[in-house]
């Protein structure tokens, strides 16, 4: 329980997920063991509410972990931490902070977090244009997935595969992994994942200058699915 009189240090940082109320006044009786698992269960949300106060929880989780021995929750706290850094533009540390947590995951043997990992990776490496390397990463993250049966993590990977096969070139790979990472999309009730994935295969559609109807109802169901999500912003076709 050491560090748990940091968390007061986080009311000073109002957050709208909560309404009228601090983080502090939400955290305040948690136990560690609570805090961990609310942060696991919430931390996209947080996230993407706000990076630098993800980035706050993150560093606060970390400490957590280590004191509670909890090396899964460190793991995917270095992952997490990773995602921060990568979408905030600093590699490096991105990097860093991804290997952390993969070593960390692969002396667990978890298939599930190492696959997750890895799938980052794969888009760090895929944003570096180092493409062999990104199918390597996203490669071993399939099939981990896979075996985990993690199927959100299993969609995303084949999407980001489709993706370095699309900036290689080769729109039929591409679109092999579209359609693979739009049926699991499909499965799992995705909205959002489903507007990106229509998105994904329109797109090639448009490369490969396929102009017909099937390109107009992929246009149609994207923005029908992004009516519906309010967020989808990227249609490839107009």
Request: charged share 25%; aromatic share 10%.
């Amino acid at each position: 329980m050491k560090n748990i009189a940091c968390l007061f240090l986080l009311g000073l940082i109002p957050f709208a997920l909560f309404g009228q109320k601090t983080v502090s006044e939400t955290v305040q009786d948690f136990s560690e063991k609570e805090y961990r698992d609310y942060i696991k269960n919430n931390f996209y949300t947080i996230r993407s509410q706000n990076m630098d106060t993800g980035l706050v929880y993150i560093e606060r989780g970390l400490l957590m972990a280590r004191d509670a021995q909890d090396a899964y929750f460190e793991s995917w706290c270095y992952m997490e931490k990773g995602i921060i850094h990568y979408l905030s533009g600093d590699y490096p540390k991105a990097l860093k902070a991804y290997q952390s947590g993969l070593k960390i995951a692969e002396n667990l043997k978890d298939k599930a977090l190492i696959g997750n990992i890895l799938k980052e990776l794969g888009n760090y490496t895929k944003q570096q244009k180092s493409y062999k390397k990104a199918h390597e990463y996203l490669t071993r993250s399939e099939r981990l997935c896979a075996e985990s049966g993690d199927l959100i993590c299993l969609a995303s990977a084949n999407g980001l595969r489709g993706v370095v096969y699309e900036l290689e070139g080769n729109l039929d790979s591409a679109e092999i992994k579209y359609q693979a990472a739009f049926e699991l999309k499909k499965a799992l009730k995705d909205t959002l994942g489903l507007a990106y994935a229509y998105n994904d295969l329109a797109g090639i559609a448009r490369l490969k200058n396929n102009f017909a109807k099937s390109r107009l109802k992929l246009i149609k169901k994207s923005l029908r699915l992004e009516n519906k999500s309010m967020i989808f912003k990227d249609l490839r076709l107009i």
